[in-house]
C-alpha cells in the first residue's frame, strides 16, 4: 500500500490535494508502482485503469499528453480498427496543443467526443480502456487544463528535458506469464480464426510455442483482467 496524493485508479477515488500533511494522506488499496528500477520514486503513474500521482508538484497535463503519445505509437504500429488507430493520433495531437498553451475549450470538448468513440467502438480492449486516464485529467485537473487554454501558456514540465517517462505497453497476463507473450494477441487471433498470426505474436517470445503449449501451467488465467468486469 502507498499513500498516494491522487487516484482514480480501478474506480478508487482518493483526494489529499488539500492535505499539506503528506503523514496524513489516505493510502491506496491497490499495490500501485510507487518505485521503479528498485529505488526511484515514482511521481505519477497512468494507464488503462486510470491515473495515480504520488507527489506533488507533478505536471499531469504534460504526464497525459506522454501516455497520449505512446499509445498513438502503439495504435499505428497496430492499425486493425479505425477508433483505435486514428483516435490515437487525435487524442494526442490535441493533448499536445493544449499542454503546449495553444488548446481551446473545442479541443476539450472534440477530446470528450473521440474518447467515447474509441471507448465504445475501439475492436480491442486496449483502445476502448487508454481514454481513461486522460478524461480523469479532464474532469478532475479541469482548472488546470483550463488555465493553459485561457491563458495559451505551456504546462509547467512541457519543455522540461531533465524529466524521464518511462512506456510499457503490457497487460496483466503478460506480466504474469514467464516469457510475456502477448496474450490479447494470441487470444484475439484465434477468436478471428487467424491462426498463423496467433502462434506468430506467441513466437515473438516463445519460439518452442508447440511444446511449451502443452506443460505451460497458464498463470496468465490467474491474472486475467476480465475478473474484474464480468468474472470470465
Wanted: glycine share 6%.
Amino acid at each position: 500500500m502507498s499513500k498516494v496524493l491522487f487516484s482514480t485508479w480501478h474506480d478508487e477515488f482518493i483526494d489529499n490535494r488539500n492535505i499539506a500533511n503528506k503523514d496524513e494522506w489516505k493510502e491506496s488499496s491497490f499495490k500501485v508502482p510507487a518505485n521503479y528500477e528498485g529505488d526511484k520514486n515514482s511521481k505519477i503513474f497512468i494507464g488503462w485503469n486510470g491515473l495515480v500521482v504520488f507527489d506533488t508538484g507533478v505536471d499531469v497535463i504534460k504526464a497525459g499528453t506522454e501516455y497520449a503519445a505512446q499509445y498513438q505509437i502503439y495504435s499505428e504500429a497496430c492499425g486493425r480498427c479505425a477508433p483505435g488507430r486514428w483516435g490515437g493520433r487525435i487524442l494526442y495531437d490535441l493533448f499536445d496543443k493544449i499542454a503546449r498553451g495553444e488548446g481551446t475549450e473545442g479541443d476539450v470538448a472534440h477530446l470528450k467526443e473521440i474518447s467515447d468513440t474509441m471507448m465504445k467502438t475501439s475492436k480491442c480492449e486496449i483502445g476502448r480502456t487508454v481514454p481513461k486516464p486522460l478524461l480523469d485529467i479532464l474532469e478532475y485537473f479541469e482548472d488546470d487544463v483550463m488555465d493553459l487554454i485561457k491563458n495559451q501558456k505551456k504546462s509547467p514540465a512541457y519543455d522540461n528535458e531533465d524529466i524521464s517517462y518511462i512506456a510499457k505497453v503490457t497487460a496483466p497476463c503478460m506480466d504474469a506469464c514467464p516469457d510475456h507473450v502477448d496474450i490479447p494477441a494470441y487470444i484475439e487471433g484465434v477468436r478471428d480464426l487467424q491462426f498463423e498470426q496467433s502462434l506468430l505474436a506467441t513466437k515473438k517470445t516463445m519460439p518452442l510455442a508447440h511444446t511449451c503449449g502443452r506443460v505451460c501451467p497458464h498463470p496468465c488465467e490467474d491474472a486475467c483482467r476480465r475478473e474484474n468486469l464480468d468474472e470470465a
